[in-house]
């Protein structure tokens, strides 16, 4: 087992903004003596002030002892220049993003610290591989990519340059749990782990409201109930700020020379241009401004239950509305599914969307009155749920099916019969995105999956979603969306196909 760097190691924090001040905060709290220097005059200070209200605002709510609080703001130190960090054993990098900036500075602290001194970068899109480029020891160089707000997100990526040493990326994984971060290993690779698999959360949603799927209010609000997300990818990018998502999907778009995976979105671009970037400006995709009122999800007004439910076969989706009819005290009856349906009513079927749109699917099997359901993270739960309805089928079948969903209790927004649905086109083509970069070598599945649950607190790891979904309906997912769309967006990762073949899940 590799050790951490023991408590007596000296860390150095260099740029005291955001990052900075919370990663000072974790390794002082950690017990680590820290040493913080900025180029702005004054900010280091401050930065340590500003930490030291936040640990007497902990000490305030009991959640600290007021001994221990004062002495983590004791080890933390000012630093007035580079030689400061003479004798500092891990020096933590979280200045401006800007490479030659980012190489001129580990080149002048080369100079000043030991040749034991770890050097670490916080860059969220730069390539380790290329700020170590321009140093002598490029083997004692990582990434240590922490997310914001440090002291509270459990997740640091450890990225390895084609030149880090793994010892010594060991030696960072094992410091950074010690101090109670969950820690995974990345190539350095565009995006690294997260700001990669997490594109299509935003891309695949852009499109779909490009399509007319559904407004961002509705798409929002299926994310949320039926997939389980805590916020639905248009109130996060609000969040975020729709200039810095955007600048994230171009970069990644870039440094994978323009792959159609991920292509940023002309509406996105639009906001951006129009200065609409989010909670921050008070208009985005939503409408922040005083008076401005939050629209409400499109759902589905009542319609009559119908007293010919048939629950059929016992998937996910089967049990789960069968339990809930049940629990609602609706009558139905059981039958075994002969062709993956999941319910019907009269003439109306109901099925799980296997990325064909409803009406390809009606045509192929030809049952005109083909209606489909979105996939959720947990179909007893959720609720709500999307549906489409096939082009051939009648109102009288569509009224009927909506009913029996909301017979289980359900809300329902009908969707245009988009291929995939939201959450199903979504998370087919997040497992999609994980499992290229497992197939590529640049993390397991185990820390793909921690990684999105706890860089982006995602309600499961793509792959074990992908497992719990069935990895064969996965891969008809993607391979339904690249026939439906004939681009290479959605051509299906070789690791998916492979392991379908094998009867294997993606975490075997
Ligand atoms: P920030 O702008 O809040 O802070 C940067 C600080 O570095 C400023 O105080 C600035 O005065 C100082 N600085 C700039 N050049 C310097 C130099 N040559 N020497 C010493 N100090 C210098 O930026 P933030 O958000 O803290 O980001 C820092 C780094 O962390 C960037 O590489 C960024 O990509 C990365 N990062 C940012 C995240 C975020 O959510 N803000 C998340 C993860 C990584």
Redesign the pocket.
């Known amino acids: 087992m590799t050790q951490a760097l023991s408590t007596h190691t000296v860390v150095a924090v ?7 001040a919370g990663i000072a905060q974790v390794a002082a709290s950690a017990g680590h003596t820290v040493k913080l ?4 005059p004054d ?1 280091a200070a401050q930065a340590i002030k500003g930490i030291q209200a936040q640990l007497e605002k902990m000490v305030a709510k009991g959640k600290m002892n007021p001994d221990a609080a004062s002495a983590v703001g004791a080890r933390l130190r000012v630093a007035s220049h580079l030689a400061d960090l003479a004798d500092a054993g891990l020096v933590i990098e ?4 800007n490479l030659p ?1 980012k190489q001129a ?1 580990f080149a002048e602290l080369e100079n000043i610290v030991s040749a034991c001194c770890l050097l670490a ?6 390539s380790i591989t290329a700020i170590g480029a321009t140093l002598k020891t490029p083997e004692r160089l990582a990434g240590l ?4 707000p440090a002291p509270l997100m459990a997740l640091v990526e450890v990225v390895s340059g084609l030149a880090t040493d793994p010892a010594v990326a060991a030696t960072l994984h094992a410091t950074v749990t010690a101090w109670g971060k969950t820690a995974v290993h990345a190539k350095s690779t565009p995006g690294f782990i997260v700001n990669r698999v997490a594109r299509p959360y935003y891309g695949e949603a852009l499109r779909l409201r490009g399509e007319g799927a559904g407004d961002c209010a509705t798409l929002d609000a299926v994310m949320r109930e039926a997939g389980g997300f805590r916020m639905g990818p248009f109130e996060l990018m609000d969040m975020i700020g729709l200039d810095v998502n955007y600048a994230v999907t171009c970069s990644v778009w870039n440094a994978f020379f323009n792959d159609p995976r991920f292509s940023p979105s002309l509406q996105q671009q639009e906001l951006v241009d129009a200065g609409f970037l989010g909670k921050k400006t008070g208009r985005g995709f939503y409408d922040y401004r005083e008076g401005a009122e939050k629209p409400a999800p499109s759902t589905e007004a009542a319609q009559t239950v119908p007293n010919d439910i048939v629950i059929c076969g016992d998937s996910a989706a089967a049990a789960a509305l069968a339990l809930r009819l049940s629990a609602a005290q609706v009558s139905f009856v059981r039958t075994p599914s002969v062709d993956t349906r999941v319910a019907q009513c009269g003439n109306a079927v109901l099925f799980v969307t296997d990325g064909r749109t409803a009406t390809a699917r009606a045509a192929h099997s030809g049952i005109a009155n083909t209606v489909l359901i979105d996939l959720a993270l947990n179909y007893q739960q959720a609720s709500r749920l999307a549906m489409s309805v096939a082009g051939q089928c009648d109102d009288a079948a569509a009224q009927a099916t909506t009913g029996l969903l909301q017979a289980t209790g359900l809300k329902v927004s009908r969707l245009a019969d988009v291929a995939g649905l939201a959450v199903m086109r979504t998370v087919a083509m997040l497992v999609n995105e994980a499992a290229d970069a497992v197939n590529q070598g640049v993390c397991s599945a185990a820390a793909a999956d921690a990684a999105m649950r706890l860089g982006v607190n995602y309600p499961m790891g793509p792959l074990a979603w992908a497992d719990q979904v069935g990895l064969s309906h996965i891969r008809d997912v993607l391979i339904h969306l690249a026939a439906s769309y004939a681009e290479d967006r959605y051509r299906l990762s070789p690791l998916i196909a492979r392991h379908v073949f094998l009867g294997k899940k993606l975490h075997d």
Do not use: K, P
């Open positions: 260099i740029g005291a903004g955001a990052m900075g220097l900025d180029s702005r900010a979280a200045i401006v993003e900036i500075l970068s916080n860059t969220s899109s730069i990519h922490f997310f914001n």
